[in-house]
């Protein structure tokens, strides 16, 4: 049996390096401040900005991984204080070696030398050397092999049942079919969508009385990221897309629209697809041009649609999409011009659909081919005088022109969410990896008894318990203040799909030439990574529009 290496000295010496680091990020972010007027000029200072955001970004996950492991017993997770010295120790050198970097540009805005200079003495070099040292990370690949499904962050019984019952459905039902629906593109099967609505998984976060379980985001975070464990694309991000009307919904919807769309989401009876992005528009929300202009047809009040958007994804299958129009012409209002609409239409197999409203109206959808991701499928869609009720304005006329806020807070959930998704990939593929390393012989002995092998799966668990770290207390953040947690969740989102690339592309090395065969399934983790940084916030613009604006803003 393996036994932790950490001490409570150890992890008192790798506080004694975070405090520092803090220290150092905090004089950044204030000559940042400085330097960019609390975030008015951060487009004249973008590297500088990106370098600094990251930085805190890398000290938040192992401030939270480390304050996990000085309250959790050793009999509790036995490995976590070797975990988290090693994933804080990397993570710590990584933010100061990135600040160090912002010195010439904040220089002029305040002491950052003398900040800098507290962590390089020789102290401190020398706890990151030893906190990170080859052994311990291999003492963590070791253990991670013994049994690679076991989770070292800790959570309490009720959450805990949630995992195993939420790993049963996916193992037994989505992960032997998750491979056939990679390799043929399929769509999403329909019997998933019916027992993920049976067991509750929709209704997580939706209160008793629209139909939900209102458990609250820790246990959503769970249940996404043991489907995502499964696959990404067949069941993973199912129940992302409701959670993000649902927020919307809960912000700003009338009571009527509460009472009437909640309970199909949180049932399932009505899948969602989100429509904001368009083609020439992409991260510039506020430069949208998809039309929603007052009309009546066939005798009923409403709004018809004009105009494209992109990457709309399970727009297909969706009963209904969440669309983000312009109901202002003058585009100098910019976001202020946007309303939210619940859009119904509906539900199409395939990759392409045509849909024409008896009225006259129609909705044109062609799904993009992508190199992973498959199973969700995310088209582009043409609004051709597309009529939608007046009920179906979110919110009503109090919400007009507030659409573009609505949808934020949905985002931040959408955001959370990612980095359960996230999290999940990255233990797919510590899993799949450690299986394959235990099994595969090489030079007459198994690949998990090269030192190499240890120290690389090793860094793969230790780097995915900052991801999952960070993603459940974003979650529990959220459940007590939504607008305070949202950048937490931002940061989650940015340092988790980082780190589900790195650990799925490591553990496609540790395959050799077999991660490269489609029949192995670290191929589809690598390709199902890749998106993750990109969507719900690509990340320069999610470090410079949204973590840095709050990071730098002035304060109240």
């Given at each position: 049996m393996l036994r932790s290496m950490s001490s409570s000295?150890?992890?008192?010496?790798?506080?004694?390096?975070?405090?520092?680091?803090?220290?150092?990020?905090?004089?950044?972010?204030?000559?940042?401040?400085?330097?960019?007027?609390?975030?008015?000029?951060?487009?004249?200072?973008?590297?500088?900005?990106?370098?600094?955001?990251?930085?805190?970004?890398?000290?938040?996950?192992?401030?939270?991984?480390?304050?996990?492991?000085?309250?959790?017993?050793?009999?509790?997770?036995?490995?976590?204080?070797?975990?988290?010295?090693a994933a804080c120790s990397e993570l710590i050198e990584s933010a100061t070696r990135g600040l160090a970097a912002t010195a010439e540009e904040l220089g002029p805005h305040g002491n950052i030398d003398a900040a800098i200079a507290k962590t390089d003495t020789p102290e401190?070099?020398?706890?990151?050397?030893?906190?990170?040292?080859?052994?311990?990370?291999?003492?963590?690949?070791?253990?991670?092999?013994?049994?690679?499904?076991?989770?070292?962050?800790?959570?309490?019984?009720?959450?805990?049942?949630?995992?195993?019952?939420?790993?049963?459905?996916?193992?037994?039902?989505?992960?032997?079919?998750?491979?056939?629906?990679?390799?043929?593109?399929?769509?999403?099967?329909?019997?998933?969508?019916?027992?993920?609505?049976?067991?509750?998984?929709?209704?997580?976060?939706?209160?008793?009385?629209?139909?939900?379980?209102?458990?609250?985001?820790?246990?959503?975070?769970?249940t996404t990221e043991e489907l995502s464990r499964a696959s990404l694309a067949a069941a993973g991000s199912l129940i992302t897309r409701p959670e993000i009307l649902a927020k919307a919904l809960l912000n700003g919807g009338t009571e009527a629209q509460k009472e009437h769309w909640l309970p199909k989401l949180a049932s399932g009876e009505v899948m969602v697809g989100i429509s904001v992005t368009e083609p020439d528009v992409g991260s510039n929300v506020a430069g949208l041009k998809c039309r929603a202009e007052r009309a009546e047809v066939g005798g009923e009040k409403g709004w018809v649609l004009r105009g494209t958007k992109a990457w709309c994804t399970f727009a297909g299958r969706a009963n209904i999409l969440a669309v983000l129009a312009r109901t202002d012409p003058d585009m100098s209002k910019g976001a202020k011009g946007?309303?939210?609409?619940?859009?119904?239409?509906?539900?199409?197999?395939?990759?392409?659909?045509?849909?024409?409203?008896?009225?006259?109206?129609?909705?044109?959808?062609?799904?993009?081919?992508?190199?992973?991701?498959?199973?969700?499928?995310?088209?582009?869609?043409?609004?051709?005088?597309?009529?939608?009720?007046?009920?179906?304005?979110?919110?009503?006329?109090?919400?007009?022109?507030?659409?573009?806020?609505?949808?934020?807070?949905?985002?931040?959930?959408?955001?959370?969410?990612?980095?359960?998704?996230?999290?999940?990939?990255?233990?797919?593929?510590?899993?799949?990896?450690?299986?394959?390393?235990?099994?595969?012989?090489?030079?007459?002995?198994?690949?998990?008894?090269?030192q190499l092998t240890q120290y690389k799966l090793g860094r793969m668990v230790s780097r995915v318990a900052a991801s999952r770290v960070m993603s459940y207390e974003a979650a529990l953040q959220m459940d007590e203040d939504e607008r305070a947690a949202s950048r937490l969740a931002a940061q989650a989102k940015l340092l988790s799909c980082d780190i589900a690339v790195e650990v799925t592309q490591e553990g496609q090395l540790l395959h050799g030439g077999w991660g490269y065969a489609e029949e192995y399934a670290i191929s589809r983790y690598v390709v199902d990574a890749l998106v993750l940084p990109i969507f719900e916030g690509v990340k320069p613009v999610l470090e410079l529009k949204v973590v840095a604006r709050d990071l730098l803003r002035r304060p109240k």
């Amino acid at each position: 049996m393996l036994r932790s290496m950490s001490s409570s000295d150890e992890l008192s010496s790798t506080r004694a390096c975070l405090t520092a680091a803090l220290d150092l990020s905090r004089v950044c972010i204030t000559a940042l401040a400085a330097a960019t007027d609390h975030g008015k000029r951060i487009d004249d200072y973008q590297v500088t900005t990106e370098r600094v955001v990251y930085a805190a970004t890398e000290l938040k996950a192992a401030e939270l991984l480390l304050m996990s492991a000085e309250k959790t017993a050793a009999d509790k997770s036995p490995m976590l204080g070797n975990i988290a010295a090693a994933a804080c120790s990397e993570l710590i050198e990584s933010a100061t070696r990135g600040l160090a970097a912002t010195a010439e540009e904040l220089g002029p805005h305040g002491n950052i030398d003398a900040a800098i200079a507290k962590t390089d003495t020789p102290e401190f070099r020398k706890t990151l050397r030893v906190n990170s040292s080859e052994a311990r990370f291999r003492e963590i690949g070791r253990w991670a092999a013994e049994d690679p499904r076991r989770n070292p962050i800790p959570v309490d019984e009720m959450n805990d049942q949630i995992r195993q019952s939420v790993r049963e459905f996916a193992d037994r039902e989505v992960a032997p079919r998750a491979e056939h629906i990679h390799v043929n593109d399929e769509l999403v099967p329909e019997e998933f969508i019916t027992q993920i609505g049976e067991l509750g998984y929709f209704g997580l976060s939706i209160p008793e009385q629209y139909g939900g379980n209102e458990m609250g985001n820790l246990p959503m975070i769970i249940t996404t990221e043991e489907l995502s464990r499964a696959s990404l694309a067949a069941a993973g991000s199912l129940i992302t897309r409701p959670e993000i009307l649902a927020k919307a919904l809960l912000n700003g919807g009338t009571e009527a629209q509460k009472e009437h769309w909640l309970p199909k989401l949180a049932s399932g009876e009505v899948m969602v697809g989100i429509s904001v992005t368009e083609p020439d528009v992409g991260s510039n929300v506020a430069g949208l041009k998809c039309r929603a202009e007052r009309a009546e047809v066939g005798g009923e009040k409403g709004w018809v649609l004009r105009g494209t958007k992109a990457w709309c994804t399970f727009a297909g299958r969706a009963n209904i999409l969440a669309v983000l129009a312009r109901t202002d012409p003058d585009m100098s209002k910019g976001a202020k011009g946007l309303s939210l609409f619940i859009v119904p239409k509906d539900s199409f197999d395939g990759h392409e659909f045509e849909m024409t409203q008896p009225t006259g109206g129609k909705m044109l959808g062609k799904a993009d081919r992508t190199l992973g991701y498959r199973g969700m499928h995310s088209f582009g869609l043409t609004l051709d005088d597309y009529f939608v009720p007046e009920a179906n304005l979110v919110g009503g006329a109090e919400q007009e022109g507030r659409g573009f806020y609505l949808q934020m807070a949905g985002f931040a959930a959408g955001r959370l969410q990612t980095a359960g998704r996230a999290t999940g990939v990255g233990q797919a593929a510590i899993e799949t990896t450690a299986r394959y390393v235990t099994e595969r012989s090489q030079f007459n002995k198994p690949l998990i008894d090269f030192q190499l092998t240890q120290y690389k799966l090793g860094r793969m668990v230790s780097r995915v318990a900052a991801s999952r770290v960070m993603s459940y207390e974003a979650a529990l953040q959220m459940d007590e203040d939504e607008r305070a947690a949202s950048r937490l969740a931002a940061q989650a989102k940015l340092l988790s799909c980082d780190i589900a690339v790195e650990v799925t592309q490591e553990g496609q090395l540790l395959h050799g030439g077999w991660g490269y065969a489609e029949e192995y399934a670290i191929s589809r983790y690598v390709v199902d990574a890749l998106v993750l940084p990109i969507f719900e916030g690509v990340k320069p613009v999610l470090e410079l529009k949204v973590v840095a604006r709050d990071l730098l803003r002035r304060p109240k």
